[in-house]
């Protein structure tokens, strides 16, 4: 038996941070669940297209170590994730939570609801690390593409995730 958490991504953008993780980490269980079917297609994990919390519960049956990678600033995952954590923690999963928030530039009603969010969603969580996408372009020296610095993200979160918990 393996002592390791299941990832779960929630929203779009996690596909892409659990496809990273799971290049580097075949062994581990993830679950992506997103609303989107489209996206979901392109996912080289097991995912869930979101309909109810019932079957979130039914596919994480037994799996109760659990850390959600929720990268804020959609609809999804800003009005969603607090939902869905809620629903683990009632099923007495052990959660901890990695997010991260938009960069200024995605506009600043997605950085409001992402901290909106985020407020929430520390106060359910006793672990949460969150990451200021922002805060990354800063320590840059050059202006790199968008998706070149969302792969550097990918990777910093999944630094965090070895570093804490695998
Ligand atoms: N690390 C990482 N973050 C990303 C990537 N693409 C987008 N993001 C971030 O993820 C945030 C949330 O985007 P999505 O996951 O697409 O949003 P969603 O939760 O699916 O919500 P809607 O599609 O609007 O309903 C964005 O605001 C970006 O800051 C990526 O490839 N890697
Ligand atoms: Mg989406």
Do not use: W
Not at 48 to 69: C, Q, T
């Amino acid at each position: 038996m393996s002592n390791k958490p299941t990832i779960v991504g929630i929203g779009g953008a996690s596909k892409k941070i659990l496809n990273h993780i799971r290049r580097n980490e075949p062994d581990l269980k993830f679950l992506c669940i997103d609303n989107d079917e489209e996206n979901l297609k392109n996912s080289y994990t097991r995912t869930l297209l979101f309909k109810d919390f019932a079957s979130i519960g039914r596919v994480l049956d037994g799996e109760n170590d659990i850390v959600v990678i929720l990268p804020l600033g959609g609809n999804f995952g800003c009005d969603m994730g607090q939902y869905i954590i809620r629903y683990l923690i009632n099923q007495n999963k052990d959660i901890s939570v990695i997010a991260t928030t938009p960069f200024t530039f995605e506009g600043k009603k997605r950085l409001s609801a992402a901290r909106s969010a985020f407020r929430i969603i520390e106060d359910l969580v006793f672990d949460t690390t969150v990451f200021n996408n922002n805060s990354l372009l800063d320590k840059l020296e050059q202006q790199i593409s968008l998706p070149d610095a969302f792969r550097i993200i990918d990777e910093i979160i999944y630094d965090k995730l070895k570093e804490k918990f695998l």
